[in-house]
């Protein structure tokens, strides 16, 4: 069990797995700079019984195959992050709070090499009316020659009719 030992990556849900970087790399204590400063760190990508074992990086697309550590590059602005094939993940817009922007289209990124799905959850973002049923649901699958994007599955006062434009991401 390869993976048993690791305290520093973790699966955020199914499809993504963060490795942040937990020691100093560019400034020590009181913004001293290091010398020798490392901008890359090790990863392990592991084998996936159910999703194949291939694995996309989030930030640049690169793929790789599972069972295996590789060496990632660690800018400062951003987390060494991975996705395994057959995700879906979806991307809304950057937003300051729930109820802005609710129109705005998402991007559904698809990473390909295995059939999967992904399953919508929305409600309006505030209040407690998902409590009385005031929710919606809508199902994604991809089986490696399209997205299909499921009927929406009930309503709530504020929805609003979501479009999506869909990124099949390859490297």
């Known amino acids: 069990i390869q993976?048993?030992?690791?305290?520093d990556q973790f699966m955020g849900g199914p499809s993504l797995m963060?490795?942040?970087?937990?020691?100093?790399?560019?400034y020590g204590p009181n913004s001293t700079p290091l010398?020798?400063?490392?901008?890359?760190?090790?990863?392990?990508?592991p084998k996936s019984e159910n999703k194949g074992t291939l694995w996309y990086d989030f930030h640049t697309h690169e793929q790789y195959e599972g069972g295996q550590w590789i060496e990632?590059?660690?800018?400062?602005?951003?987390?060494?992050?991975?996705?395994?094939?057959?995700?879906?993940?979806?991307?809304?817009p950057v937003t300051q709070h729930a109820s802005a922007d609710r129109d705005a289209p998402w991007t559904l990124r698809v990473y390909p090499g295995v059939d999967g799905s992904f399953d919508i959850y929305d409600d309006a973002?505030?209040?407690?009316?998902?409590?009385?049923?005031?929710?919606?649901?809508?199902?994604?699958?991809?089986?490696?020659?399209?997205?299909?994007?499921?009927?929406?599955e009930g309503s709530y006062p504020s929805?609003?009719?979501?479009?999506?434009?869909?990124?099949?991401?390859?490297?």
């Open 125 to 152: 973002g505030d209040g407690y009316g998902y409590e009385q049923g005031e929710y919606m649901w809508q199902r994604l699958t991809w089986d490696e020659s399209a997205l299909t994007v499921g009927p929406v």
């Open 18 to 26: 963060a490795c942040p970087v937990l020691e100093p790399q560019e």
């Open 3 to 7: 993976v048993y030992d690791i305290d």
């Open 35 to 45: 010398r020798d400063a490392h901008k890359r760190r090790s990863v392990y990508l």
């Open 72 to 92: 990632v590059d660690t800018p400062i602005d951003r987390i060494p992050t991975f996705v395994p094939a057959g995700s879906i993940i979806p991307i809304g």
């Open 159 to 171: 929805m609003v009719k979501r479009e999506y434009e869909i990124e099949i991401i390859r490297s």
